[in-house]
Structures are given as structure tokens and as C-alpha cells.
């Protein structure tokens, strides 16, 4: 039976459903193998004719449970869980694109990201051509090729807190055919559901907000089921797969067609499963995930505004801060918050931003984001701490950047440790 939960009900029943008598909690099946009664059934598996587990590299009743829930609560057709998000990025992008072929990604996005596409997508044979998110429809239009098989872009980027105008995007996309793949690790889908504004592919690090704790690495794909792979471009969906006997993904699994093909090609082949011990915290994680964003979105508003009026701040950047840049597509695309996440520059020096933070006791200084702690991370002192002053200027990096993760804590503790800092630092 089919029920219309609204999302908060969904973060805690979809997933795991007990029968009577089982356990009431996600079990962890810690088992790589499986026992079936026939050798028959067995070749039925790996035919792809029945549904069941054949090994656990592809498919676990523990990471099945936790791509379920996240299947229903983006609203797609179906999930697949990977090692970390940028494992997500890479099977949801070579899921689409073959050597030869090209895509458009949003400069904008995660760094991490932006090397996987640039770097080793390019030893692939796989093209990517950044594009700036303003670009007008013209300036997209001039980058679009033939062998063009998709568009990338961030809900929020990291860091950069650009908010994606995701219906311009879609629209853009669809009007060439091909489908727009959309990064929701910073909004989660209680902030923001991409597909229905016309998104196609959703990936995420669980690592960041879906697990909440800092506890376990993960990614996952969601498949939305609308895009129509038999419109001629994209032939891995629609001709013969000979490692499956001649098996047509479109054919066999209809609107399913582009999740399946990436856990029984890609996961089958490369490897990058999630392991069943992070899918279960990853899943236990997302039963509270309402309202850990509600209050990370309520505390970084109040930080931000605590930020633009503190007279050593030089700029402050959070998505739903009034006079933000984003401000007018944040209240579009998350009315409910926009995360925790805030950039900031002091006014100063590298040398003074990197003595503000080492007078932090509240906010830890970690290279992660995120979590529900507070978190804070200098750039030009860590990430980036090789190039010049200049250099990070160039790639949009203040030597006074500061990234923060605002936590859940008490915001008056967490803004009276930036206070004091401020207060004692040069």
C-alpha cells in the first residue's frame, strides 16, 4: 500500500518496514553471500530476470533499506548507494557518458568535483566544459555539441553558496535532450526536492547532512524516472548489453532503465559499494534529519545576520541573508532554510584570519562540513594554502575567507565564541 506521507513522516517509516516479529530497528546484514535453493535461481540473479541479492559488492538488504528511503523522500523511481559522494558524482555522470562524449558542469561546483570532471574524467576520453550560473541561455547554447549527454550543477555549491536556478537549467537541458544531474548534498531533500522542478539525476554525499554525525563515508544516486533515454542519444540504454546476454536496459526496466544500468555496470565492475555498517548509521541518521536542518538553517541565519553587522567582518555570504546575492532564488528553492553552511571574510589579513580561528573553542577547526557540530575551515591556510595570495583571488578564495558549518548547539553559544574570538584575535 502506497501512503502519502509528508517528508518527515517519510525520514523515520520509509526504508526498513518490519514484519510481524522482526526487529523494530534496521538489522546489519554483515554478509557478503547468499544462499538460494537452486542453481537455477541463481542464474535467474545474474540474468537480472528475478529481484534478489546475488552478491553483496552489488546489492544488501542493509543498503537496500537506506535507498529506498532516500529513493522516497527525493520522490524517484530508485536509488543506488556508492562508497563516498564523489563515487555518486562519477557512476551517475559515466552512467550517461561514454569515451568520445561531453557534458556541461557548473564552475561553481565542489572542488573535489571539479577535479574528478576536469582531470580524470579527461584521461576517460570524457569532455567537460565549465560554464559560469549566469551564463545566458545563449552562452550555454554556444557550448553544447552533439555528443552533449548532460548538465551538472549544486543545489547550494560548495563554498561558494550559489543556489541553482533549477528550473533554467532543466529547461535548457531538455530543450537538447538530455537530462540535468543535480548535486543536493547541502539542501538534503528536506530543503529542496530537484526533480520537481525539473531535475533529472539527483546524487549526494551522505557523508555531509543524510548521516548528520561525521561517522560514516557514502554517496547515492536517485534516478527520477522521467527522462526518456530512447530519444536517440543515449545507446547504452537502448541497444544490447552482451555482458547481460543481449539484455536492453529501456526494454527491461522501463522507466528504472538508468538506476539499473548504474548498479549492474558500474557497481558490478568498479566496485564502489557502501559498505552495510554506513548505510545502517547513514540510515539511522536520516530518521532525524527534519530537525537537525531546521535548526542548522535557524542558527546559520542568525550567525549570518550576527556576521554582516560585526564591524571586522568584510562580507558575509548565506543564501537566505537579506541582500545576498541568492537571496531571491533561495526563497524559491528552499523557503524551509538554506543549510548551515556560511561563508565570510574578516577584514584583515590572511594572518588575521588565521589567528581569529585559532581563538575559536566552540567551533572546531576540521576539513569537513556539514555535521552537527560547528565547524570552521580557512582555505588559504589548509585546502588552498599552496597558492599566492593572487592565485586565490583568481580562483575566487579570499586569503580571509573563512567557511563555517554552523551545528545545532545553542546559537547564543555558538555566536559568543565568534564574539570572543573577534574580541582576542589580532
Known amino acids: 500500500m502506497e501512503h502519502n506521507w509528508r517528508i518527515e513522516t517519510k525520514l523515520i517509516q520509509e526504508g526498513y518496514k518490519p514484519g510481524n516479529g522482526e526487529p523494530r530497528v534496521l538489522p546489519i546484514y554483515q554478509s557478503t553471500t547468499y544462499k538460494y535453493d537452486s542453481t537455477e535461481h541463481v542464474a535467474k540473479l545474474f540474468d537480472l530476470e528475478v529481484p534478489g541479492h546475488m552478491y553483496s559488492r552489488i546489492s544488501n538488504p542493509t543498503v537496500e533499506a537506506l535507498e529506498n528511503k532516500i529513493a522516497a523522500l527525493e520522490g524517484g523511481v530508485g536509488a543506488l548507494c556508492t562508497s563516498s559522494g564523489q ?51 545563449e552562452e550555454v547554447e554556444k557550448l553544447i555539441k552533439p555528443n552533449t549527454k548532460a548538465i551538472f550543477g549544486e543545489t547550494i555549491a560548495n563554498p561558494a553558496l550559489v543556489v541553482l536556478d533549477i528550473a533554467y537549467w532543466s529547461e535548457i537541458a531538455h530543450s537538447y535532450g538530455i537530462p540535468l544531474v543535480v548535486d543536493n548534498t547541502f539542501a538534503t531533500p528536506y530543503l529542496c526536492r ?14 555531509k547532512y543524510m548521516d548528520g554525525h561525521a561517522t560514516s563515508v557514502g554517496g547515492v544516486i536517485v534516478d527520477s524516472g522521467k527522462f526518456d533515454y530512447t530519444n536517440g542519444k543515449f545507446k547504452g540504454f537502448t541497444e544490447p548489453d552482451d555482458s547481460y546476454h543481449g ?12 538506476i539499473t544500468k548504474a548498479r549492474v555496470q558500474f557497481i558490478r565492475d568498479m566496485g564502489n559499494c557502501m559498505s552495510p555498517q554506513n548505510a545502517f548509521l547513514t540510515h539511522l541518521g536520516l530518521e532525524t534529519l527534519h530537525l537537525r536542518m ?19 567582518v568584510e562580507s558575509v555570504s548565506y543564501p537566505l541573508l537579506k541582500g545576498d546575492s541568492q537571496y531571491e532564488k533561495a526563497k524559491k528553492y528552499l523557503p524551509k532554510g538554506a ?9 584583515g589579513s590572511r594572518e588575521d584570519a588565521v589567528s581569529f580561528m585559532d581563538h575559536l573553542k566552540l567551533a572546531a577547526i576540521v576539513v569537513h562540513v556539514a555535521d552537527a557540530r560547528t565547524a570552521v575551515l580557512h582555505p588559504a591556510s589548509s585546502t588552498h594554502r599552496q597558492m599566492s595570495d593572487k592565485e586565490l583571488e583568481a580562483a575566487g578564495i579570499s586569503p580571509t575567507m573563512i567557511r563555517l558549518s554552523i551545528g545545532i548547539e545553542n546559537v547564543l553559544d555558538i555566536i559568543e565564541d565568534l564574539e570572543e574570538a573577534f574580541t582576542y584575535s589580532n
Not at 561553481?108 to 584521461?123: E, S
Request: hydrophobic share 40%.
Open 87 to 137: 563515487s555518486a558524482s562519477m557512476v551517475a555522470m559515466l552512467n550517461l557518458c561514454e569515451a568520445g562524449d561531453h557534458f556541461i558542469a557548473l564552475n561553481t561546483i565542489y572542488g573535489g568535483t571539479y577535479n574528478l570532471f576536469a582531470i580524470t574524467f579527461k584521461k576517460l576520453g570524457v569532455e567537460v566544459s565549465f560554464v559560469s550560473p549566469d551564463a545566458t541561455k
Open 194 to 207: 530537484p526533480f520537481e522542478h525539473g531535475a533529472d539525476i539527483v546524487t549526494h554525499s551522505t557523508t
Open 247 to 258: 539484455l536492453t536496459y529501456t526494454k527491461a526496466f522501463g522507466n528504472a532503465a538508468y
Open 294 to 312: 531546521e535548526r542548522h538553517s535557524e542558527n546559520a541565519l542568525k550567525v549570518a545576520q550576527f556576521l554582516k553587522n560585526h564591524p571586522k
Open 339 to 347: 543549510s548551515g553552511v556560511i561563508s565570510f571574510s574578516i577584514k
